[in-house]
């Protein structure tokens, strides 16, 4: 009988698999390891089939977030010299019912930490160590202390412990480039409200700027870099954009400039192999921890809002903690590996283009043809109905 769950990770998996588990009765205690909520992402998408899974998880809290975030409805994308390319409408809400919704990062996870009483999180714990038998999982952490639980779920992100206890698989893998982002209030002629403006180099650079609703702007940059290092401070990663995007066109020297270095946030885009089984008996794993993506079409988190809502349906209503794990794994695997692996293949295919003298040219071509091909994936991955276990 399963009646105590500790989920370690309170990012947006695990808040979210907590809000879904204690929905159904059962007692979902989060442990993180951090002092207080920390941001760790500037903004993200939502798509439709993140907002289905969340909605239902919560009825009610997406329009909460539709009321802080921004519903797109343009895209325009540009050469690094400022120059339309191409300009293309998303139409996701008459296709599915629901916006490409951008959000920041903050709103996103203090919304669903909102919907969980405070007691339910538990700060300043830094998972060690597990041991499990047949009568539980005894959970240990780094200031001493331990729990017991019928069920540990690691939602410890990519460079989860739990997994590397359970798996044993090693480090997230590097793809090849770096990224630094942040979120400021800002204006400019180019940023439209609703809108995004994807600014395009011709080796391997991308500057994306999003409205992310309450007047902030999301900025975002990529490069390739066979260095994986990480900036010394904040301040040499906030001249390390400015070196790469020197000459582009406005906003992008501006709106780097205008942010203070401190909220740059540096990482290198990294991914996990992907697995056949992610359980091991009463210790399972959910979102990045489980099958981080490349960031290409958004969907690492949109995927952990799918796993929190699959996951609590099995737990309620299978009548085991092992039978629940196995229809989890049937049920998530064979999704998540597909979006894995289409987040690779997408990556690639703007890689190699960018890698072409004549690759702002080329591009909007490729991203017709990107979407011709794409629409039935599209259909694939935002029709996601969350179905109630009766239904599965
Ligand atoms: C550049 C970039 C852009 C992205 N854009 C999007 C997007 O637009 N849309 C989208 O859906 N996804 C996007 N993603 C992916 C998304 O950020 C992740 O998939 C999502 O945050 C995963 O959530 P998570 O809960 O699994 O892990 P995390 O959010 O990483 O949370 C893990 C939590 O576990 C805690 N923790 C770690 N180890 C321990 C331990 N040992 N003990 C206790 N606590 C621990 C951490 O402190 C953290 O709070 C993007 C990612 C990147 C890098």
């Known amino acids: ?25 059962i007692d979902a205690q989060i442990y993180e390891k ?31 977030l539709k009321a802080l975030g921004s519903q797109i409805h343009d895209i325009n994308v540009r050469k690094s010299s400022g120059e339309l390319i191409v300009h293309n409408r998303v139409n996701l809400i008459e296709r599915y019912n629901q916006p490409m919704l951008n959000i920041r990062w903050s709103c996103l996870r203090e919304t669903l930490a909102s919907a969980l009483t405070p007691d339910v999180i538990h700060f300043n714990y830094e998972l060690v160590n597990f041991q499990q038998n047949d009568n539980g999982v005894k959970i240990y952490f780094d200031n001493g202390e331990a729990v017991k639980a019928d069920l540990l779920i690691g939602a410890d992100g990519i460079n989860s412990t739990i997994r590397q206890i359970l798996i044993g698989d090693g480090s997230p893998r590097y793809c090849g480039s770096m990224s ?3 979120v400021i209030k800002y204006q400019h002629c180019l940023l439209r409200p609703n809108g995004i403006t994807i600014m395009t180099g011709t080796d391997g650079k991308v500057f994306t700027l999003w409205d992310v609703g309450s007047g902030y702007i999301f900025w975002g940059a990529g490069a390739l870099s066979a260095d994986v290092s990480l900036s010394d401070s904040a301040s040499i990663a906030k001249y390390r954009v400015l070196e790469k995007f020197a000459g582009w066109a406005n906003p992008v020297e501006d709106i780097v400039k205008a942010t203070a270095s401190k909220e740059i946030i540096e990482r290198p885009i990294c991914d996990r192999h992907q697995l056949t089984s992610w359980s091991n008996g009463r210790v399972t794993l959910l979102g990045d921890a489980a099958h981080a993506m490349m960031p290409t079409l958004g969907q690492g988190a949109n995927m952990a809002f799918e796993d929190a809502w699959e996951l609590s349906q099995f737990l309620a209503h299978e009548p085991t903690i092992k039978a629940a794990l196995a229809s989890y794994e049937n049920k998530r695997i064979y999704r998540t590996q597909v979006a894995q692996a289409r987040c690779a293949l997408q990556a690639w295919i703007q890689r190699t283009r960018s890698y072409d003298p004549n690759s702002e040219i080329f591009l909007p071509g490729v991203i ?25």
């Open 368 to 392: 017709e043809q990107a979407q011709v091909s794409h629409s039935e994936f599209e259909d694939w991955i935002y029709n996601y109905t969350p179905l109630e276990i009766s239904q599965i």
């Open 34 to 64: 951090t002092r207080k909520i920390r941001h760790i992402g500037a903004a993200l998408s939502l798509f439709p089939n993140g907002l289905n899974a969340l909605e239902t998880i919560a009825p009610g809290l997406v329009v909460s």
């Open 180 to 182: 630094w982002r942040a």
């Open 1 to 25: 009988m399963l009646k105590k769950v500790v989920i370690v990770g309170a990012g947006l998996g695990g808040l979210a698999v907590a809000i879904a588990l204690r929905r159904q009765g």
